[in-house]
Each structure stands twice: as C-alpha cells, then as structure tokens.
C-alpha cells in the first residue's frame, strides 16, 4: 500500500504540481477537442468516401484462381503463399481452373490476365493509399495506352 | 526526475545544440542514403561493412565495459564506486542506444529490419546479438533508473530490481563475446578466424569503456560540484591498466602466431594493417599511431606523478580511448576484408556523408549520455549535499 | 597408500574404456549404424578424406557442376558468352565501377580463383586460362549459416538461394561468404549509367530485377531447372560441353560419370564448405 502510494506520488511529480481538480484552459480545450474529433471523423459521417474505384478486369477470363470477394480483401495473402511455395519450397504446381492453367506468379501469371497494372491494381491501390513494392522488382506489363 | 534535465546553464545549452546541430546535419545525410541506397557511402563489394557496423563493434565494448564498475559494486559489495555505478549504467545505456542505430543506418532495406524476429534464425548470430544488445539495454535501463528514482525519492531501491542488476553481469560479457562471434565464426576470413577475438574484444572493452567513464568524471569534478571520490579513481585507474595490458599482450599474440607460423592468410591482414600489402597502405598511419598512442597511454598509467595528477591522467586516458577506438572501431573490421576472397585489394575510404551519419549517431549517444548524466548529478548532488 | 593406487587405476583404466567405447555405443543408439570406415559414398562426390568430411547416406538431389578450364581456353570468347546468357536472363545490371559491380558468373585468372593453390613454378598456359567462378552452392554454405532471416537458404536440391523479399541487406552473407560470389545492390540496379544508358540493357520480363539494398548471386537457374531447362551458362556453351550440370547425388547422372573419370578440384576445400562446383584443369 505504501508502495504504490509512492508510485502515484511519482507520477504525479512528473505532470509537475497541479492545485486543486480545475482544468486550465478548459473553455478553449474541450471545443477544440470536439472541432479536431469532427474533422478527423468526417469521411466515415458525411457518407462522401469518394468514387468506389473501378478495377478492368481481364476480359476471355470467367474465373480467377480464388473467388472476388476473397481475392479482393486477401490477394496479398495468396500471393505470400505462392512467393514461399515458389521461392523457398520450390513448388510450382499449376493452378487448374476450368480448361484454364495458371503459373503461380505475379509477374507471369496474374498480370497474364490483368495485363493493365494501371486499371486493375492502381485503381484500389490509390484509393486505399497502400504503396506495395513488388514493381520495384517484379517488372510490370507494358501499359497499352 | 526528468525536469531536471531541463534546467542548465548556458554551457549545458550551448552543448545540447552543438549535438542537435550535428544530429540535423547526419539526419539529412541519411534522407539522401536512404532514397540512394548504400552506394551514398564508401563500401564496396570487396569492403561490404564500413564505419557503421565498426563503430558498432568498438560500442558494444564501450557498453559491455560499464561492467567493470557494476560488478565490484554489486558482487563484492564495493561501496566506493557507489557514485560512479549509475555513471556506468547510463553510460551502457547511451552506447547500446548507438549500436542499434548504427546496425539500422548499416541495413540495406532498414523497414525490413523487424524480419529478424518475424523469422527467428538461431543459427545466425546476429539474431542472438539482437537478442543480447536490447536485453542489456533493458537490463540497464531498468537498474538505473529504479537506484536513482529511489534515491531521488529518499528512500531505498525495492528489493526486485537486484536479480536484474546481478543478471546484468554476465550480460554484458555476453553483448560483446556475441559481438566477436559475429567475426570469429568465418572460415574464410583469416583475420577474424582466432578464438582469442572475444578475449580481445572484452579486454578492449574494459579498457576503453571504463577509460571514457573515468575521463568523464574528471570532467565533472571541473565543471560540476560531482566528484566520484579519490579511491573511486585511483581503483579505476587500475582496473583500466590491466585491462590495457591486456588488450595489448593479446595483440601481441595475434603478431606472434601470424608471423611465426607463417601462414600466409594470417599475415595477410597484420601486413596490410602495419607495413602494407602490394602497395595498399592506406591504414598503416592510422595503426602505427594507434600503437604510438596506446605506448603513450601506458607510460601515463604506470607513472605515479602523471597518474596521481587529473591533467596528465586525462591525456593518458585520451590517448588510451582513441588508441582501442583505431584498432577495433577502424583496423579490425575494415581490415578483415582485406584482401578480399579472390585475394585483390580494395581499399575503402569513408564518403563525406557516411562521416556525417556516424558523427550524428555519436551525437545522438552524446545527447542520450547528457541528458541522463545532467538528471543523476542533479539527483545525486541535491540528495547529497544539503 | 598401496590400495588407494589399485583403485586410482581401476577407475583410469574403466573410463579410458568407457571413453573409447561411448561414442560408438552413443552413435549405434542415435543413428541406429556404427560409422567409421564403412563406405558410404559420402556426399555424393565428397572426396575421401577432405577436412573432416563426414560419411553421410546422400538425400534427395545435390545439383553440382563441373566446368572444364581447358575447353574455355580453347574455345575463345566462351566464357564471355556464358557471363552474357546469365546476366541477360537474370536482369544483371551493368555497373562499370568494379567496387559496386554486380556479378553472378565471371572469370578469373588461376591465381585469384585458387588462391590456396601453390602458384610457384606451374606451367604457363594455366596462368593464361580463364576460370569461370560463380556460386559453389556449398554443401556447408556459411552464408546460409549466418542470414538472420533465412533470406538466403538451402532448398531440397541442393541448391543455395536468395529469397528477395526477404533479405534485409544486413551484408552478413558476402562477409561470410569465402569466394567472394555475393554482390550488393549498391543502388537501383533499374538507374542508369553515367551515359544516360540504363544498367539492364534489355530487361528479360519473365524474370524479376532486383531493388536496391539486397545481396544476390548465382542461383544455378533454379527457375529453368524447375521447367525442365538447362543453366543459362550450360546453355551458352552448347555442344562444348565446357560445363556440365547435374544431381551429384545420382550415380548415373552424366556429371557424377565425368567425376569417376576425371581429376578435379574444388575452390578452399580447408574450409569445409564442401563446393558443389568442380574444376578440369
């Protein structure tokens, strides 16, 4: 009990000594709070999120290896999956979908079908401001326009 | 506590702008490496690590050597060194603070560093040293700070904090034999081949880091009312002597087994660091002076008058630090890359710009130590004297 | 006085025993054989004898190389040829200054590739020939010994390779490495030079670059052994059959053939590394 009695004496040392339970300032605090938490929040109330991003998708091709929902929230995941299996355990088994083959590959499979880095990752890659590095090394195609 | 590091003279100002100063300019340089890549600096394929990672290595010594104050005050009960024990501490902490820094402006792809624990290799030994270098560094920032809180407080330190400043001990033997494994364990590279390289590395290190704490501590008597006490120094005096001794046997060592045996890939190096090899002799300044200054520091330690005297032992004490600082933090990781496998030599010379970075990261040290030694002498000297 | 002896050396003569004897009762426990002399083929093709070489039961597939120095002395330019179809194909920049040069496959002069090698009084067409150095996918690779991510790793076949996404550039593996064979990406090898040309002059799509700030080196061609093709290098030299690819491991492959028949030598056997890559001189 003491102890801990000494703890709070010490901490309350650091935030320097404070008289009694009044907030300076707090006229001025407790709106600018309210401003900055309606600023910071607006996106998500004011329901204006900005134009849902449009990604091409490859046309001759009905299926992906995996369904939409799935490759549209977990593509990083699958591609991890398929860089260990290649890389480290040299596993380069095709995938099979309907009469279709797939490398596993983001430089020469994927991109075989979305063969616009522009229209298909950029699209939501911009509008969820993430900046995955794999063109850094992976070489992307040739943009047609 | 911490407010006191926030009320100082001018010098004391003057002294932490200086070092913020220095650590814009570094930061600076490194925006440039970081979007150039490493090629900013003067390593090379054949040289790959440079300053950064030999800074690190004399550091890790620097930060094991607080050891040699801990341990008499902690296992033999040696209450003289009371004083000096927190300098030590803080002094570990600052020097780890730099090592880490440096092994991150030393990384290729720094945002990658944390891979190292999300891909835990534990027959690698830079993953152990990781493991080691932020466990001493938490040990003694949780043995510092608890003993000076208490004392700040008045009271006794609880009892918790012993088990970790007894674990403390063997752990900062162990940051820096980790340190030369990360050398030692190449077959291919000659110079680092040797089983003596941890022994060398310690005795190096429990010259060079208490020989820095002691100078510091002169400086202090001068400027500030903190004075570790007669005995306090004239038994560091000692300890950093032996230790020198040591260090310098043990050179003797690494001469004698390379030329006697006549092994050319253990002459290789010795001769590229003291006489030149095919012409490359870029180093040998640097080593002879090394040697020049270490005979220099001897002489200091060994004669009563200019050890008895603050002066002469500061020079003696200079000369000692920048002595160990030539050999290991420049002459034992450069030149272990020369010459390369397919024996050519590569000479490497730091770019302005790697100089800059290294200068910052020892500022930021600097900086650290300040800050933390203006927060235990306010302590100790409020406590103490009435 | 007496008695005290007797016992002191019932004792001594009992542990020199047990000494001699645990480690092969301990090996028969562990192992479920009793090793020394028996013959096992080692390491495939580990020469008898060699530094400490352990005598393993071999597992799996060991891919080596054996690459004949008198057939790149005859045939001129064959060695540029083969730096050429590996640099091309693996996206290899070209940096002009040899301190941040890249390379996976070069030549050398006798001297610098055997460093360990007596250089005194040899014939004087062997300082003449070029030796093609690269890789030697030890079979104890220190630089896999010593990666803090397992960035560089030994796969299934013997192979040791670099896994980019993973390197932290920590440079650990080239001071480890005791053949020089590593390169660091000293800046973007994507950049250009100091003629405005870029350092890939034609970039083979089908295979990544690199990014600034990771270690490579050969990969023995893992991605066109993978699809059935030949090393790029073993490609360029053709019908030459200057080198020669495949699993040391089986007896009947056409390298372990060439090796039975042949003397060879490999780069520092002393450090135990145990090169996979072998040497007709």
New interface residues.
Partial sequence: MVKKRENQDFVLSLLQERKGDAMYDGGKIIPGLVIFVGLMTYPIWSGNAGTTPKPVKPTGHEKCVKHKEFMRTSHMVLLNEWRDEVVRDGNREQIHIGDKVYDKSLQNGCMHCHTSKKKFCDECHNYTAVKPYCWECHIQPKETI | MIEKALKGSSLYWTWICVLLGIMGIGAFCYVQQYNYGLGYTGMSRDVSWGLYISQFTFLVGVAAGGVMVVLPYYIHDYKTFGRITILGEFLAIASVAMCLMFIMADLGQPLRALNVLLHPTLNSMLFWDMIVLNGYLALNIIVGTVVLQAEYKGTSPPAWYKPFAYLSIPWAISIHTVTAFLYCGLPGRHFWLTAILAPRFLASAFAAGPALLLFIALILKRTTKFDIGKEAQNKLVTIITYAAILNFFFLGLEFFVGYYSNLPGHMHTLDYLFWGLHGYDQLVPFMRFSLFLGAVALVVLFTPQLKKNDKTLGVGLVCLFFALWIDKGLGLVLGGFVPNPLEYVTEYTPSLGEMCITLAVWATGFLILTLLYKIAISVKLEKELP | MDKKRRDFLKIAGLSAIAGVAAPTALNTLFKGEVIASDHGGGHGAEPQGQGHAKIEVPTGKRFGMVIDVNKFHRYEGLAEKCTNACHSIHNVPKFTD?????KWIWK?PY???F?EHSHYKKNDELHNMPFM?MCNHCDAA?CV???????T?K???GMV?M??????????C???????S???????PRGKDKDGKPLIAK?N??F????????EKCNFC?ERI??GQEPACVEACGATKAMIFGDLNDAHSEISQVLKKQYTIQR?PA???KPSVFYII
Avoid at chain 3, 163 to 172: K, N, Q, T, V, W
Avoid at chain 3, 174 to 180: H, K, Q, S, T, V
Avoid at chain 3, 208 to 215: I, L, S
Wanted: with cysteine.
């Fill in positions: 040899p301190k941040v040069e890249l050398e001297e610098h590739a460093t150095v220190p010994r010593v990666c803090p991510t397992q960035a790793f796969n299934k076949d390779l896994d980019f996404h993973r390197c932290i550039g920590c440079r650990f080239m001071a480890a490495c005791p053949y020089g590593r390169s660091f990406n000293w800046s973007d970039e799509t089908k990544p670059t690199r990014t600034r700030g990771v270690v893992a993978a699809v520092k450090l135990g590394t």
